[in-house]
């Protein structure tokens, strides 16, 4: 990885050796390096996306985009009050000298950029290019969503942050920003309507473009290309999961998504598209779709199963499930307790539950690009559903990560390579195997996603149970671990309490109450009228 | 002005309504909001009923209604309203509830009198951190590698600005401690504070809920220096002082 950096520093190296660094290795990413004449700054790049998609020649002058100048900076740089903002504020992640080595640089994921290489992600400039300065204002307010940076227009002003700019742009090592400034940007025009005909025009290009070699069919991340790809860093890199608007780096407005695909993101294997999709609505077309992927999280403190008779399906894509209410329940590294955990993969869990009037089962859902079975040296995925175990004598609830010396919790897990496991913990370090006891499970994946029922009698079937009665609540949490990040044990993402409820059929005391006051009222009032109108004629 | 009494008292007790549900944070339960709104309903109608003239106003309208002078109109939006609102009142109490129970929660709990740290006992009363220092040069590099420890330990849940919205903090419930906020550490002592750090979520009394707060026994992961300094920077970082022993509390 260091060698790879030095790499990028020395401004005369050859293309072929670049090439041979590569480190984009998906299969369909075929690199195409024009002779020794084009700028730099277009070389600098090695992720050229081109055979699958034009087929043909590329040539990397000719831009097939409407640009336009780069506007003006309005703010003068002030070298002392961009530093002391700098060491305050960012330095803890990008490091005093913007090599992205801070000390929490070790502590989250993705790492902080390396501002050496002035290599950048969110920009409105081409392929290859530098950001302009307002690229680099803008990304600072809003931050990276999905990633620790946070969105600094919350806490700076205006003026800090165009000073933060120029200080960022001191330590580019290569004095790219002095020799090659953007002097074009990508003229991103007003987004047009958003109407079923253009999402299918996107979908149909999306398949047609093969977005879905790395973004997966249903766009959760998940193409054939997904696994083991690396950023120009040297580091891990998956494609973004479209269903989680939440996490794109550059913004999930229409202008945002259309914007990231026609510049690229640099340094990733995200490339342009502007030599692939040529045109402007093709593109827009295409944003449409991506946007349409978006699901939004519906997050709350319970858990509501839903009554239904008769059998409830075994089949997690049953008509039942799909109509079952969905919960997001969201998720953080585990961090509370050594070993530590500080870069999951996932973030978000999403459940249903149904019982009947014998038993109750619940359908944890959630996405994942890889689908680890425990081989390859990996930890197999895993999901965890967790319980007290028998209710608690004194009022109280057992600790949220794995109970405590007290309270003991029951957990339920499922993973693809074992099934189902049981186990009783009253902490970390105190579990204990469990009898599967009347807990059931069945899992599967599809398309970039697990769906997994656990279900389980209502009443006590072994002595770890504690009887889930219907209109009671019961504390429920929720862990996760993603195989491919290397999770396992204490390594995984986690929940904090939430409840189940288990919502009865409404009781008819329910309804004979209000109308039976109503109508009392009623009565009230029609004596009252005849009295009053009585004693007035 | 008096035809209206009847109005204003309606009014009155709409707003009262109005202010407890929208301006009260955190919302206040629904069985306490209820006892409110009975004694403001008894409040208004004591206050009505004290005085005949404007006992006679208030029900004038009312009058009006039973006595058939009011517009045909009215009389059945009146008749029929005043049935189907009791009615819909008491489906709110009857109909089944999804919300999850109210667990009150203390969140600054008394401190116990002396707690266990690596092994020994400490005792709270009177504790100081021996880190803050007279020289300033000295406090300056205390702070400063209390900040180091502060973004590898604490900052997913309390922020990069100290606001307690770090990047996992949207996961955790109680939510992480915003120390910009004057309700936190700036009106608690570093003896307090200490303890808390130490101890963790798992160290609190029960009413404070101890089985959901998300923060780490540190003790289990810092040495006791390690901890003062990351209480340093803290208060430094968010641009608060803690409240000292001889000082009274702060209101």
């Known amino acids: 990885m260091k060698a790879m950096t030095s790499l990028f520093q020395r401004r005369g190296r050859r293309d072929a050796e670049i090439a041979e660094k590569c480190t984009v290795q998906s299969k369909i990413v075929e690199s195409v390096f024009s002779a020794s004449s084009a700028p730099l700054r277009q070389k600098r790049f090695l992720v050229v996306l081109v055979s699958m998609m034009i087929g043909g020649a590329f040539a990397a002058d000719a831009p097939k985009v409407q640009t336009e100048p780069v506007k003006g900076t309005p703010v003068a740089a002030d070298f002392e009050a961009g530093k002391k903002l700098y060491r305050r504020w960012c330095s803890q992640c990008h490091g005093d000298a913007g090599k992205g080595d801070g000390p929490a640089a070790e502590f989250v994921y993705p790492r ?36 620790a940076m946070p969105a600094w227009e919350k806490y700076l002003p205006e003026n800090d942050r165009w000073q933060l700019v120029h200080y960022v742009k001191t330590f580019d090592e290569l004095g790219l920003f002095k020799e090659e400034p953007a002097k074009e940007q990508v003229v991103v025009d007003a987004p047009p309507k958003i109407t079923p005909e253009l999402i299918a025009k996107g979908k149909d290009l999306y398949q047609k473009k093969k977005c879905w070699q790395c973004h997966g069919q249903q766009g959760r991340g998940d193409g054939p290309s997904a696994a083991g790809m690396k950023d120009e860093w040297g580091f891990p890199i998956r494609p973004v999961n479209f269903t989680k608007s939440w996490r794109f780096r550059g913004g999930d407005r229409l202008e945002d998504i259309y914007r990231t695909f026609t510049t690229g993101f640099n340094g990733t294997p995200m490339p342009s598209f502007v030599d692939a999709i040529p045109a402007a609505e093709d593109r827009w077309a295409l944003a449409a779709f991506v946007k349409s992927l978006a699901r939004l999280q519906k997050s709350g403190q319970v858990l509501k199963a839903g009554f239904i008779g008769g059998e409830i399906p075994t089949d997690p894509y049953a008509k039942a499930w799909e109509e079952a209410e969905p919960f997001d329940f969201p998720l953080a590294g585990q961090i509370i307790q050594e070993p530590r955990w500080f870069k999951p993969m996932h973030d978000v869990i999403t459940v249903r539950a149904l019982y009947n009037d014998r038993e109750i089962a619940i359908l944890l859902e959630w996405d994942d690009g890889t689908n680890n079975k425990g081989e ?16 608690a004598q004194d009022g109280g609830k057992p600790y949220f990560l794995l109970g405590d010396a007290r309270h003991a919790v029951d957990l339920w897990r499922w993973n693809p390579a074992q099934g189902l496991s049981r186990a009783t913990a009253n902490g970390a370090a105190k579990e204990k195997p469990a009898e599967a ?15 997994v029922i656990l279900r389980r009698p209502l009443g006590k079937v072994s002595p770890g149970d504690t009887a889930i009665v219907p209109g009671e609540f019961m504390p429920i949490a929720f862990q996760l671990w993603d195989g491919d990040n290397g999770e396992e044990g204490m390594k995984m993402s986690l929940s904090t309490w939430y409840y189940l409820l288990p919502q009865p059929a ?15 009222a009623l009565g009230g009032e029609v004596w009252l009228l005849r009295r009053m109108r009585r004693k007035d004629k | 002005m008096t035809r209206y009494t009847l109005y204003i008292a309606v009014a009155l007790w709409l707003a009262i309504l109005a202010g407890l549900k929208l301006l009260v944070r955190p919302p206040m339960p629904a069985s306490v909001l209820m006892i409110y709104m009975t004694l403001s309903t008894l409040g208004i109608l004591v206050f009505v009923a004290a005085n005949e003239e404007r006992f006679g106003n208030f029900i004038a309208p009312l009058r009006a209604v039973f006595e058939g002078r009011a517009p045909r109109l009215v009389q059945v939006l009146v008749l029929a309203g005043i049935p189907l609102l009791l009615a819909w009142g008491a489906w709110l109490r009857t109909a089944p509830s999804s919300d999850a129970p109210f667990e009150p929660r203390v969140v600054h709990p008394e401190p116990p009198a002396s707690f266990a740290l690596h092994g020994r006992r400490i005792e709270t009363a009177g504790l100081k951190n021996p880190l803050r220092v007279p020289d300033a040069a000295q406090l300056e590099k205390n702070t400063a590698e209390g900040k180091v420890i502060y973004y590898r330990n604490c900052f997913f849940c309390h922020g990069d600005t100290l606001r ?88």
């Open chain 1, 112 to 147: 902080p950029r390396n501002f050496t290489t002035a290599i950048f992600k969110v920009r409105t400039t081409l392929s290859g290019q530098l950001p302009t300065d307002h690229d680099l204002f803008d990304v600072i307010s809003k931050g990276l969503p999905g990633t």
């Open chain 2, 164 to 251: 307690g919205d770090g990047h996992f903090s949207g996961a955790f419930s109680p939510i992480p401690a915003n120390f910009r906020d004057v309700g936190t550490i700036s009106m608690l002592q570093e003896s307090f504070v200490f303890w808390r750090v130490s101890t963790g979520g798992l160290g609190l009394p029960r009413s404070a809920t101890p089985w959901n707060s998300a923060m780490p026994v540190w003790q289990t992961m810092l040495t006791e220096e390690e901890i003062w300094k990351a209480i340093l920077y803290i208060y430094a970082g968010s641009g608060s002082t803690p409240r000292t022993w001889e000082e009274e509390p702060k209101k």
């Open chain 1, 437 to 451: 006891g009347g807990v059931l499970a069945q899992g599967s994946y599809k398309d970039g996603q697990y769906r």
């Open chain 1, 376 to 391: 390859g040296g990996k930890p197999p995925d895993q999901v965890g559903l967790q319980l007290p175990a028998g209710a």
């Open chain 1, 506 to 520: 409404t009781p008819l005391t329910a309804y004979l109450w209000p109308s039976g006051l109503g109508f009392l």
